[in-house]
């Protein structure tokens, strides 16, 4: 079945560690995008991706990192500068101009300890 | 599941009950909105999507109502059901690359 993947679905790290979230589309769709989502919080943009080798920031980007090298995988990076990492992430898809109807995944839970 | 409707509006009504969520958007120059439903622990779904040029879209068990005058959008669901339980967010789409998200409605179905 097609759709979007994200793994792990729960990842724990240690405070200085950079980690990085899968994000794997087999909608053959162009534009790809990183949410992330805080308890009694809108979604919050965080970088994306309108075609391969090529990304934007979003409204939060500072402490992550992206690449875009193939057009079905969209992995994020977060790195130790993101000063309050603990969120549910969010990768999302699709193949319309503007973002209309993106497509989600069922997110990663990131946990610092 | 992920606590994603802490400190959220929330809407309770009984099973048979039909809902109307609220959603006021930002800006005026938006042509585009959409509905999402997340259960607790997933991923948003797509519910019903409406252009700036309509006012009123339906689905199945679900309308949209757009209100381009004071910015205001709703979600009809008619006949609630247990299974509607789940935050529900408005988006809107502005002619750039993105969606911009409110924050969204716990709506809670009692059988």
């Known amino acids: 079945d097609g759709g979007i993947t994200q793994s792990p679905k729960y990842l724990f790290r240690k405070e200085g560690q950079n980690v990085t979230l899968s994000c794997e589309q087999n909608?053959?769709?162009?534009?790809m995008y990183w949410y992330r989502q805080d308890p009694g919080q809108g979604l919050r943009l965080i970088y994306y991706?309108?075609?391969?080798?090529?990304?934007q920031k979003g409204d939060i980007a500072e402490g992550y990192s992206v690449s875009r090298e193939k057009k079905e995988s969209f992995p994020l990076t977060v790195t130790s500068a993101q000063k309050n990492p603990t969120a549910f992430y969010l990768c999302a898809s699709t193949g319309l101009a503007g973002g209309r109807e993106l497509f989600f995944g069922e997110g990663s839970r990131l946990t610092v300890l | 599941g992920e606590s994603v409707g802490l400190h959220l509006p929330t809407l309770s009504v009984q099973e048979g009950d039909n809902s109307i969520i609220n959603c006021a958007y930002s800006n005026s120059a938006s042509d585009y909105f959409i509905w999402y439903k997340q259960e607790s622990g997933k991923g948003p779904q797509f519910i019903i999507d409406?252009?700036?040029?309509?006012d009123k879209r339906q689905g199945q068990r679900v309308t949209v109502l757009l209100n381009k005058t004071v910015k205001h959008l709703s979600l009809q669901i008619a006949a609630t059901q247990p299974g509607d339980s789940a935050v529900y967010f408005c988006a809107e789409n502005s002619g750039y690359s993105t969606l911009t998200f409110g924050k969204g409605t716990m709506l809670l179905v009692s059988p």
């Open positions: 909608l053959n769709h162009d534009a």
């Open positions: 991706s309108q075609i391969v080798n090529d990304f």
């Open positions: 409406i252009r700036s040029n309509m």
